[in-house]
């Protein structure tokens, strides 16, 4: 053996021994660990409750950053079963593990703290003797509140450089046994991390619950009106005919991870779709795999609804309407038709992570349909998906495009149920390879299968067209006359993103035109087919298939422009040789020789399509934007009063920015313009938009950045589920505010501008500010808001651009 490994070995002997000689010294002050049963029936008097004292201060001070996938130390605080699942070392966001994790899906992979430690989750509660010093001095989450306690954060305009707010920040997850040299370690990193903490009421009440044991009462029971509602929906999907049971499977896989929303049942009541063991009238008994469509392992299962018990937060909040007219839908969409079912699908992963083949008895146009009635849902699910964030899978989209859509009784296509059950095999998806090392020979072999895909979908095209001609404006989909899904916009804010309903923003470079197959294909690959902890493999061919998605998109928005200008304008998108020629390898670029019927009049195609289209569709979905495209500079929402009015005329001329004077302007940035009466305040979203020069690469995004052609728009209300800034503005400032907003070029500029308008990390007034915009949100958005995350507040740019933080 040499030195260096003896070495190594003397280390973690050392390591293991300190680690035994503090649990031994734990368990000789506070006794040994065991299972706590905090669950009462009722509070005794004068005793803290977590549902209406603790859970609104967790909501407020730390669900901002302790939600979902990208919580440090997958610390959930958004329900009591988060607390008492604890922490974690082991990342979910790692894009170089070799082999798949196991999954740790809060109320789906475990259901006590005892199953919890077997995963390696360490306690944030007191589970040794069950004490009052005991109850406060084993707790992390008493040790980080008090450590703020002791060590307010500064208040000096920037964060001390001891702070690492990057999102790819080192995680340090301290148990009680070693946070003694945690505190002395980082004696500012107390909890919330990096920003103002609970102020002392807050702080008392989450001690006094801590010390009296963090019981449990007994949540809200279901209401009668939502058990009425939810059994009646139970019924319907667990019908006994075969085509009831693939409608039902087809539905849950689309589903599944919404949060449905009853129209009859409160604003902020939520339940999830799950698969259960067990049948209406019992408990719900969640069967967990790890992608709605793997083999549920029982010979029989039942569709059920359970109620969501955290609390809601912006990144991972899909909402799905369901009431008595969506059933009736269901039913004219699925059951009505005289169709057969001889035979239900298999759930072996060939043939279920394809959804072409896997519901080919469904009539395309139906489910086409179906996907269309909520399209902005789907595509936000997309967007948000099985994850809360993810720069590789995002980085293969622009970060603004339109979205529009085929109609599905005009697109051959589209409601060809023969058709696409016979190319249904080119429409293979990575998923079914499930989690694998061998990327090159799984891109080579799915990428060869798009090809045969569009080759047949050409042929096709070309049999049904022997004039040889294209598409023209009326095969978009128009909405029907009264859905607002019809036209879309989507915003990337680095490794987040958000869909609005309308074209949103000035015209951008890019615009993607789905039709049925591309539409299910994304949701599949993206979301119901993603497993956010499988190995590198995995994720890797699932961005590389994205690439052919994406362009199999813009080929169809393309197919719409002039035949003589498509190459041209494609060549705009996918700048530099490298890119090019992967391109080409890629997309090629069926259906060159068929001309659109469109009759264009101007030089510029694609603005003149992305105008027709906002005119082609209905009034229910066309959106006006009069703050980023207003030609004649002075266009006025008709539907705002008139303070409101003059707002938006001089927040435009901030528009002005672009290119080189933005770089410093923040992705998202919230703007509060405080009235004179405080029941009028305004909020308005500034994005910055950055332009790249292609999306041919998962890497490097850096080295393809067009910071010329970079753009803001605004937007009222809040876009973005991850601000990086709050700016706030008295109404009679809001001259002021403008004109120094546009004198922004540099960094100074910027600074100078913040140190007026922007509400910073180490800001007294920091929650105030925070609790508005949520508050705003919710008051505007009932059904869809959800809290703001702050873990990329005041972060002004990303990995790319050079660093400036509060």
Known sequence: MNKKNLWLILIFIFIAGCATFKANEFAKRYGLMQTIDRSVETLAPGKVSFYADVQPILEKRCDVC????????????????????????????????????????????????????????????????????????????????????????????????????????????????????????????????????????????????????????????????????????????????????????????????????????????????????????????????????????VDQFWYRFQKVESVIVAKDHTVYPLNDQKMDRYRDLFLKDDYEVKSLPSYEPKIASNPLKTFADLPAEARYRFLLDDARYIVMGFIKGPVCRGQIALNVINDHFFVAFFDPGKDKISNDTRFLAEVSDFLAMPAERESNFNVVTGWLKYSAKQKKYLKAKEQYLKDINPDNMGNDIGIIWDGDGHNDNALLTVFRHFDSASVEKGFIGDFPKTGWVFDFPLLERVHYLLVAGFNVFGNVGHQLETRLYMDCLRMEGENNFLSFLPKDKRKEIRAEWYQGARAEFLNHLQNPFFGLERETRIHFTTDDPKKEFFKMLHQHVKPHANVVDHLNRCPDGDCVDMNAGPVEQEVDRILQKALILNGPEIQVVPDVTFIHVVAQNRDDDLAYTVIRNKALSNNSFM??????????????????????SYPNAFCRVHIDQIHNFAEDFIKIKDQLTYYNFARQYVVRRTSPNFWEEADWHYQKYLKEQPVDAGQFDMFRFNRIANKSDSKFEW
């Open 66 to 297: 302790h939600s979902c996938y990208d919580a440090p130390c997958q610390m959930k605080l958004t329900s009591f079963e988060g607390l008492e699942r604890g922490g974690s070392r082991t990342l979910v966001y790692n894009g170089a593990r070799l082999k798949r994790d196991i999954p740790t899906r809060l109320f789906v992979d475990a259901h006590s703290a005892d199953q919890w430690r077997k995963m390696d989750f360490h306690p944030i509660l007191n589970e040794r003797d069950q004490t009052l010093t005991a109850n406060i001095e084993n707790s992390v989450l008493y040790m980080m509140l008090q450590l703020k306690k002791e060590h307010p954060q500064p208040t000096a305009e920037l964060l001390p450089e001891s702070f690492d707010i990057g999102i790819d920040r080192k995680q340090t997850c301290a148990t009680a046994e070693d946070f003694e040299a945690y505190k002395e370690k980082y004696p500012l990193w107390g909890m919330p991390y990096a920003l103002p903490g609970l102020n002392d009421e807050e702080h008392d009440i989450i001690i006094k619950w801590l010390r009296q044991g963090a019981l449990i009462n007994k949540g809200p029971e279901m209401s009668e009106k939502a058990r009425r509602i939810i059994n009646g929906w139970e019924d319907f999907f667990n019908g006994s005919s075969l085509k009831e049971m693939l409608v039902s499977r087809y539905i849950y896989e689309h589903l599944f991870n919404a949060r449905i929303h009853f129209d009859a049942l409160p604003d902020r009541e939520f339940y999830r779709m799950v698969r259960s063991k067990t049948p209406p009238g019992e408990n719900a008994v969640e069967i967990n795999t790890v992608r709605p469509y793997d083999d549920p392992g």
């Open 699 to 720: 890497f490097g995004e850096g080295r393809r950045r067009i910071i010329e052609d970079d753009t803001l728009t605004l937007v009222k209300g809040h876009v973005g």
